[in-house]
T-cell receptor, first 109, second 114 residues
Framework: GQQVMQIPQYQHVQEGEDFTTYCNSS?????IQWYKQRPGGHPVFLIQ?????EVKKQKRLTFQFGEAKKNSSLHITATQTTDVGTYFC?????????FGAGTTVTVRA | KAGVTQTPRYLIKTRGQQVTLSCSPI?????VSWYQQTPGQGLQFLFE???????NKGNFPGRFSGRQFSNSRSEMNVSTLELGDSALYLC?????????????FGDGTRLSIL
């Protein structure tokens, strides 16, 4: 089974609002990656976090790695229709990468 | 630089048949991983190949197998197809498969079992 749990599974957001998706692991991770899959497309790498407590930003997207390196979050501010898709986190441990089930985001205009 | 290429894009089979899917990684990438994606199940890891050797394997039955060639191209085979095998099969490549390297995904092969 999956080692990385991701919540929520679905996120319905009003355009302009903020939302956060969370990723949790039962084991300490060496790193965490985030991917985005647009409808009908394939997952595309967004970013990687390696250090405890690390925070990285990409325009309206803020990624955070927990202090214990067991959880991570993706926060999107002022959601736009271009943010539609499924966001996956992937935790690295034991030289493997384990993907979460993803958060599928829909946006109401 | 060409991306990851998967063929065919679409495939329709019937129960009991077998199927072979192909994946050509990005030039220079030696690690190829295969995933099964179904609605609500995320990306289920099938296996990973590096230098023609299966290095990691997920929790799938023995009907799912794969191999990698000396040029790093990989194939995945599914025998005795079942209705539940209907899914999008994604291939991803990276330089060495280390967990801190980004995975580059192909467009996938959508397999439908009738």
């Amino acid at each position: 089974g999956q080692q990385v749990m991701q919540i929520p599974q679905y996120q319905h957001v009003q355009e302009g609002e903020d939302f956060t998706t969370y990723c949790n692991s039962s084991t300490t991770l060496s790193n965490i990656q985030w991917y985005k899959q647009r409808p009908g497309g394939h997952p595309v790498f967004l970013i990687q976090l390696v250090k405890s407590g690390e925070v990285k930003k990409q325009k309206r997207l803020t990624f955070q790695f927990g202090e214990a390196k067991k959880n991570s979050s993706l926060h999107i501010t002022a959601t736009q229709t271009t943010d539609v898709g499924t966001y996956f986190c992937a935790g690295g441990y034991d030289y493997k990468l384990s993907f979460g089930a993803g958060t599928t985001v829909t946006v109401r205009a | 630089k060409a991306g990851v290429t998967q063929t065919p894009r679409y495939l329709i089979k019937t129960r009991g048949q077998q199927v072979t899917l192909s994946c050509s990684p990005i030039s220079g990438h030696r690690s190829v991983s295969w995933y099964q994606q179904t609605p609500g199940q995320g990306l289920q890891f099938l296996f990973e190949y590096f230098s023609e050797t299966q290095r990691n394997k997920g929790n799938f039955p023995g009907r799912f197998s794969g191999r990698q060639f000396s040029n790093s191209r990989s194939e995945m085979n599914v025998s005795t197809l079942e209705l539940g095998d209907s899914a999008l099969y994604l291939c991803a490549s990276s330089w060495t498969g280390a967990s801190n390297q980004p995975q580059h995904f192909g467009d996938g092969t959508r397999l439908s079992i009738l």
